[in-house]
């Protein structure tokens, strides 16, 4: 991130030639109002030595120390955090969010000029943000994407098959399977299951009541009816204790999702479906390297889940994957994936070093397709991109440990106000994002997520399902069946801990926080 760095300050008469420029001078103005701002304008003069102020409003020069003048007294430090990613880039025009005085405008920065423009405007819609996610294009990602172009192959190839194989081998699989979407990667995986075992339309699956509405689409999309089973209080994920009274007999599978980096409890989950001779998909979209007790996510099922969309763990801009033990399950997915073709020719060098008649059956049927299918595939540069991660994944997750260890500490005074992430015993917690509950009845999470986005603090409201407009035109309103969905429907939400946030975006955003519930008692 952009270091922070010290201003001087001229101006319109809040600040008289030669003064000193100090967190205890707030400069000379008989308004109160404008004393008051331009002591928070202050505030930002980060280097313990004083600037002295040239003064001279819009004729303002340099000050002598090598610190160019700005004519403004409304630029806070709250406005320069909000864009701190622009400082490095020259020219970069944004809005001052104060609307004290006249005109302003900031003439340069010593290393990191940007430009302010009309104090009155509200903030310019493309100022940066403490995002949900993020993601960085490193060297090693340029040089295998290079390596693929120059291939002149894009579509599965060898880039691909090195990349599910890792994702396979870190979750405790044997196989692995790219796609263009972990949404993706749930819709053929249920199909698969369906027609491997002959499921009928109208056939249920257990989804968690909340998550992502990916997870309840896909069952529809396969003709079968999502069943909504409530989640824990302090997990966010199925709780299997409500599991059992959801089973009839037309259930044929059970979806459970670990939320944003938290594995479900799965023990109990796997024995109910040993029970009633259940299939499991995990959806592990938001979940990757974690373990339940020694072992991966992604292995605990028939197929698990994984998404690589902007702000999960891995990020290849689209993609997801599915990992799976079953050779068989695996020939059908990779038909269903594309188009239902037959399965004998799915990728460009799957008839390579045959002949004779063993070349001509693979031409004979190369364009035969077998079953109703979809166009979920991947390139390689997708996978070229997250075999660029998988070499970074040990820092990315320390990254988001240390993140949200700062986030615990720090927040754990708001205790009984705020309810801040638990984890699971002898389980691991990827924290894609951070998830946090509004406890105090006296305040409403609108407030908090006008008063953080306001501040340029991303934010998403965590994973609402069944109060989703679609989702009530379909089964109407079930908040009183699952209680603990509909609260945190109204009272959850998340920012980001990834691996692009610096210990000052988080400290930023915690200062938010902070400065919320104090201003709200």
Not at 414 to 436: E, I, V
Not at 463 to 488: K, T
Request: net charge negative; with cysteine.
């Amino acid at each position: 991130m952009a270091r922070m760095v010290p201003v001087a300050f001229a101006g319109n008469g809040v600040c008289s030639p030669g003064s000193v420029i100090s967190r205890e001078c707030p400069g000379e103005s008989p308004d109160p109002a404008v004393a008051a701002h331009q002591t928070e304008c202050a505030n930002i003069v980060r280097d313990p030595r004083k600037r002295k102020c040239p003064g001279g409003g819009a004729d303002a020069g340099r000050n002598g120390s090598g610190v160019e003048a700005i004519d403004c007294h409304n630029t806070s430090r709250e406005y320069l955090h909000r864009h701190r990613h622009s400082l490095p880039r020259s020219g970069v025009k944004s809005l001052c969010p104060r609307g004290v005085g006249g005109p302003a405008r900031i003439i340069s920065q010593t290393d990191f000029p940007i430009q302010i423009v009309n104090p009155t405007s509200t903030i310019n819609a493309a100022r940066q943000q403490i995002g949900v996610g993020g993601f960085r294009t490193s060297a090693r990602a340029k040089e295998l994407v290079m390596q693929v172009l120059d291939s002149n192959r894009i579509t599965s190839g060898p880039m691909m098959s090195r990349f599910e194989t890792e994702i396979a081998g870190l979750h405790g699989c044997r196989f692995g399977l790219m796609s263009n979407s972990g949404t993706s990667a749930l819709q053929i995986a249920l199909a698969a299951l369906k027609e491997t075992h002959g499921w009928a339309d109208g056939d249920e699956v257990i989804v968690p009541a909340l998550t992502f509405v990916a997870t309840a689409n896909v069952v529809l999309y396969n003709s079968m009816v999502p069943v909504f089973v409530d989640v824990e209080a302090d997990h966010y994920t199925l709780d299997p204790a409500q599991l059992e009274r959801r089973i009839t007999p037309r259930t044929r599978a059970i979806m459970p999702v670990h939320i944003g980096g938290m594995p479900c409890e799965m023990d109990p989950i796997l024995a109910v479906a040993a029970r009633h001779g259940l299939r499991i998909i995990e959806d592990s979209a938001e979940t990757m390297f974690a373990k339940y007790r020694g072992r991966p996510v992604g292995s605990f099922g028939d197929v698990g889940c994984f998404s690589t969309y902007a702000a999960h763990i891995i990020t290849t801009g689209v993609g997801g994957l599915c990992t799976t033990d079953d050779a068989e399950l695996l020939v059908m997915m990779k038909s269903i994936m594309n188009h239902g073709r037959d399965s004998i020719y799915i990728r460009i060098d799957d008839d390579a070093g045959m002949s004779g008649a063993d070349l001509f059956q693979v031409a004979d049927r190369r364009f035969s397709f077998v079953r109703l299918g979809h166009s979920f595939r991947a390139t390689e540069m997708e996978a070229a991109l997250g075999v660029a991660q998988l070499e970074e994944k040990d820092e990315h997750w320390a990254r988001r440990q240390r993140t949200a260890t700062r986030y615990l500490s720090a927040l754990s005074s708001l205790d009984g106000r705020l309810q801040l992430p638990t984890m699971r015993s002898d389980t691991d917690h990827a924290f894609m994002f951070f998830p946090l509950v509004i406890t105090d009845p006296s305040l409403s999470r609108a407030s908090a997520i006008r008063f953080l986005e306001e501040r340029g603090v991303e934010t998403r409201y965590l994973l609402p399902l069944i109060n989703q407009p679609v989702y009530r035109a379909m089964f109407g309103n079930l908040d009183a069946e699952y209680p603990v969905a509909a609260r945190l429907n109204d009272t959850a939400f998340y920012v980001g801990c990834h691996p692009e946030m610096s210990d000052d975006d988080a400290d930023y955003v915690i200062e938010c926080l902070q400065t919320f519930f104090s201003e709200h008692r």
